[in-house]
């Protein structure tokens, strides 16, 4: 936040959401939840990817990966945040294809490949278990129609009045909301990066039959777009 805003409304918007939203209570009283721990690495992720856009060397992907797979391991929905830099490449290799950039397109592939490898080695405990517990790489713990991925429960994970995220933490409105008046520029870029997150991820809990995210204060599994919410305050 302070490489888009003033130290001290970055300072602000950390502690309006810090104390707004059910970040404190996962925190400290429900801490053997993962939700704190996920806003941690979901923000590492979003902190990085926006500190280096713009560059496409193997070793910023590779970081990049690793951060993705942290993410995973508290949550694996959270992978999906690898859409901001998933389109940044597709960007880049348009431009690439334009100008017959050939050798860049390699560079690019191979950063692509050094992100993916990375990704899968950091996740791999959680991927292991789910194999060797429930017979596959990628598992829903709950069974299988637990997840129907139209997302019915869209709306209802934002508005109803049962751990609606929108009716529990109210401040996630001016979180939202702050996002369309991103200033043009990087700043631009970031909230529409993070808007696209902050959709996937709304799509992910719209789809889970338990949409309201069971025994829980406000809809904890929206916790990993807290980063988002600073932003947009």
């Known amino acids: 936040a302070c490489r888009h805003a003033s130290r001290t409304a970055a300072l602000y918007a950390v502690i309006a959401v810090g104390l707004g939203s059910a970040l404190l209570f996962y925190s400290v009283y429900w801490s053997s939840y993962a939700h704190a721990w ?15 856009r713009g560059r496409y060397d193997a070793r910023r992907w590779a970081a990049l990966g ?42 690019l592939a191979l950063a692509a490949g050094a992100a993916t490898l990375c990704s899968l080695c950091v996740a791999s405990p959680e991927l292991l278990a789910n194999k060797l517990v429930f017979g596959r790489w990628l598992a829903v713990y709950t069974g299988e129609s637990y997840m129907r991925w139209e997302a019915p429960f869209f709306w209802e994970t934002l508005f109803a009045t049962k751990n609606g995220l929108f009716v529990w933490t109210p401040v996630a409105y001016i979180g939202a909301l702050g996002l369309l008046l991103a200033p043009r520029g990087p700043s631009r870029g970031l909230a529409v990066g993070s808007g696209a997150g902050f959709l996937l991820q709304t799509w992910v809990n719209g789809s889970a039959w338990a949409w309201w995210s069971a025994w829980s204060y406000s809809n904890r599994r929206f916790l990993g777009v807290t980063v988002v919410l600073v932003l947009g305050v």
Not at 38 to 49: E, P
Not at 76 to 86: G, I, K, T
């Open 38 to 52: 996920t806003a941690l690495a979901v923000t590492a992720f979003v902190s990085y990817w926006d500190r280096t």
């Open 66 to 107: 690793a951060l993705a797979g942290l993410a995973a391991l508290t949550r694996m929905q959270e992978v999906l945040w690898v859409a901001l830099p998933a389109g940044e490449a597709a960007i880049e290799f348009g431009r690439r294809v334009r100008r017959r950039d050939f050798p860049g397109i390699a560079r």
